[in-house]
């Protein structure tokens, strides 16, 4: 039971994320919060945590208290009935079919960026033995 109260508040977070995007992009949007919608979009979509999670406490505390005040204030400052066509579009746009070729490519830059990373962790510790 509890899992799927998880999932449906995963879904539900991640149309509210999609539609602050289609937010920021439509000119009917007031242009503060056209700002604080493209800032909260792009801070929950981006694979670069401000704070890293692997930091005791603090490393969740960008995903767990900034992420849903960032989606509150954009929800705030957009007018109720634009906002209301934004989740509609984004609730539609969230049931069409996913893309292999898009997960496929992000996985390879998520691999790319590991291997990238960890051959550059290796080369400091090298050069740091020395």
């Not at 007031?30 to 929950?44: D, H, R, S």
């Not at 209301?84 to 070729?101: G, I, N, V």
Request: charged letters at 20%.
């Amino acid at each position: 039971m509890a899992y799927r109260r998880l999932k449906n508040w995963a879904r539900a977070l991640k149309v509210e994320i999609m539609a602050l995007w289609l937010a920021a992009r439509d000119s009917r949007t007031p242009p503060a919060a056209k700002l604080v919608a493209a800032a909260v979009a792009a801070f929950a979509l981006s694979p670069v945590d401000l704070i890293p999670d692997f930091i005791p406490i603090l490393g969740y505390l960008d995903d767990l208290i900034i992420l849903p005040l960032g989606i509150a204030l954009a929800i705030r400052l957009i007018p109720a009935p634009l906002m209301a066509q934004f989740r509609t579009e984004a609730q539609r746009l969230s049931d069409r079919p996913k893309s292999r070729t898009a997960m496929a490519v992000i996985l390879l830059i998520w691999l790319a960026s590991g291997l990238a990373l960890s051959l550059y962790a290796a080369h400091w510790i090298a050069h740091r033995a020395r």
